[in-house]
């Protein structure tokens, strides 16, 4: 167990509504990213936040947002759901080292 | 832009015989390689991080290299509970990680 935890584990959304993700980081880590994993795919890069700012982003349009708080926990919003949504959504925490601690994974299924 | 490739796409061994998994990579300024383990459902399992050309690090029966274009992950004589999907990642400048597509090892008895 790496300590950080996702949730919820499931969720079935309506095309065009928004989601709500949410990540606890290991304790001691200050730096949360947040992947999509598609079927038989490796995880793409969304975004990472260090100490409440958003400080790396990969290519995902601004429909997909975040946050994190001042515990270091994090959430992952998506607005207008479009059906390529439908993935795996990773959390990853890391501290000092640059190596990351992957939670269990929301599984969201857009229909 | 970053780009990382394994292979193969699925490897079948038996039981105890050794092989080697590759990850080509092409990233702006190296901060980090990984390589990480994924169970169907799960999230990846972290494994090892290599930051530099000739460095090498071991966990059980798993080592992992490292060169200027390309990564190895070595498996001697694997049992079936090594079987998964084996993830490479890097991460380049922005502090942006691309991941491949894994390989997938099945370990046969």
């Known amino acids: 167990e790496t300590g950080v935890t996702q949730s919820p584990t499931h969720l079935i959304k309506t095309r065009g509504q928004q989601v709500t993700l949410r990540c606890s980081s290991q304790s001691g880590h200050n730096t949360v990213s947040w992947y999509q994993q598609a079927l038989g795919q490796g995880p793409q890069f969304i975004f990472q936040y260090y100490r409440e700012e958003e400080n790396g982003r990969g290519n995902f349009p601004p429909r997909f947002s975040g946050l994190q708080f001042p515990n270091y926990s994090s959430e992952l919003n998506v607005n207008a759901l479009e059906l390529d949504d439908s993935a795996l959504y990773l959390c990853?925490?890391?501290?000092?080292?640059?190596?990351?601690?992957f939670g269990q994974g929301t599984r969201l299924t857009v229909v | 832009e970053d780009q990382v490739t394994q292979s193969p796409e699925a490897l079948r061994l038996q039981e105890g015989e050794s092989s080697s998994l590759n990850c080509s990579y092409t990233v702006s300024g190296l901060r980090g390689l990984f390589w990480y383990r994924q169970d169907p459902g799960k999230g990846p399992e972290f494994l090892f991080t290599?930051?530099?050309a000739g460095e090498e690090k071991e966990k059980e029966r798993l080592k992992a290299t490292l060169t200027k274009k390309e990564s190895f992950l070595h498996i001697t004589a694997p049992k079936p509970e090594d079987s998964a999907t084996y993830l490479c990642?890097?991460?380049?400048?922005?502090?942006?990680?691309?991941f491949g597509t894994g390989t997938k090892l099945q370990v046969i008895p």
């Open positions: 290599l930051y530099s």
């Open positions: 990853a925490s890391s501290g000092r080292a640059t190596e990351a601690f």
């Open positions: 990642a890097v991460r380049g400048g922005y502090q942006k990680v691309t």
